[in-house]
């Protein structure tokens, strides 16, 4: 947290920055307010790079379009009938909106679209404390109606308008106070939280692709941990991820003295660990940390008590794999990150096999085959999924992982295990046993697969031979 003399130097070179000074220069010439506001005067207070440009003003999205015009190498006004002008100037993108003074009915999300007349009414309807700042341009007046820099310096989160009035405005407000806690390190105060927990069935009212939107920016923050917690205590993840806090009541058959929630946000804590230190993913990566999240969702369905007082959850990584896919396809995730996730969950328990026993190469490969395009990430999701505090166990787990890791690698370098396939395609196939297309050349091709999973490349001729010899025996 930088001092308020820091932050206002910082907020002089990004005014003194080329699109910021002639955005304000021509709002100036034109007899128009401009203030920088939200994010990046956040960010000049806690010392991060603010990637967005966003300024308010009292000019209407006509007059702001007749200001941008003749200093933007382009413009849009998709965001028009809120009040909101883009342009790219001096090659950065900012938005430039009128104040805002809308006023909501109280069952939708979308507001009456009101412009108003004063910067600090316009930040007293924002979201947070933390974001009502503004920066008046060119003056560089500080403006914080809301007192958001002392509750940043209280490591605080709380709405500049009474949170029950605030998150009823607006219950997308309540997945962001979770996203921020995560983001920005902040705890919401008492009656913001007693806000979220009362408010919480109001969610129902938010699109499940808005939900989706601040659920995923929750998830790609460096520490997710404190905003998921939150989001469970509150309630708000009873109604928007169930699975979840579903978790709390099952202990994990491994770790008795943990219940099964704490060991998922364990091992999302250790993936995206993993995720940064591997340096193959880019990252956030989403698929990963849902995955990492959602991979024993399916232990509650599963779980049995046995004999001595044994639990068991058998299967839960199938059942998982399927819930996961119901809950983000409800959620309105795209098709490939659905069928990653569910891909994950129902391999994350594969190799544990492996740690009992040695694999041979037909294993290893299959378990390649089987991964597909998602075996980095299943490499860092069961690795992840280690979380005993028994060191000789752990490390046992980890040799494992190592050798398999080494064997796949050198596998690939000798079989191009990559891209695994029968060593003849289905013309060759076709052409050898004299078929016509249908059910018969797939079943060859399966053979001809399981033959190269087994024993590794044989040629196509070796592999000819014992095709011939398989369709003999067959018919």
Known sequence: MHSVAEALVRLGEVAESAPVSRLSAAFAAAGHELALVGGPVRDAFLGRVANDLDFATDATPEQILDIVRPISEAHWDIGRQFGTIGAKIAGETVEVTTYRADSYDGTSRKPDVVFGTSLEADLLRRDFTVNALALRLPQLQL???????????????????APTSSFGDDPLRMLRACRFTAQLGFLVDDATEAAL??????????????????????????????????????????????????????????????DVYQHSLTVLEQAIAYEKARGVLRSPDLVLRLAALLHDIGKPATRRLEAAGAVTFHHHDVVGAKLARRRLRELRFD???????????????RFFGYSDGVWTDSAVRRYVRDAGDQL??????????????????????????????????????????????PDLDGEQIMALLGIRPGREVGQAYRFLLELRLDEGPLGP?????????WWAARS
């Open 461 to 469: 001729d070796v592999a000819a031979d014992r095709l011939r010899a």
């Open 335 to 349: 098709n490939d990150t659905i069928d990653a996730v569910s891909k994950l969950i129902e391999l994350h328990l």
């Open 376 to 421: 980095e990430r299943l490499h860092i999701l069961t690795r992840a999924d280690v979380t005993t505090r028994n060191k000789r166990k752990a490390d046992r787990l980890a040799f494992a992982y190592d050798d398999i890791e080494r064997r796949i690698a050198e596998l690939a370098e000798q079989e191009e295990l990559n891209a695994v396939r």
């Open 197 to 258: 927990e009362e408010l919480a069935p109001s969610i129902r009212r938010i699109s499940a692709e808005r939900v989706n939107e601040e659920l995923s920016k929750l998830l790609r923050t460096d520490d997710p941990r404190r905003g998921l917690e939150l989001l469970v205590d509150t309630g708000l993840a009873a109604e928007v991820l169930p699975e979840l806090p579903a978790l709390r009541l099952e202990m994990d058959e491994h770790h008795h003295h943990k």
């Open 143 to 161: 403006v914080d109606p809301s007192g958001g820099i002392e509750d940043m310096l209280e490591g605080r989160l709380r709405t500049p308008s």
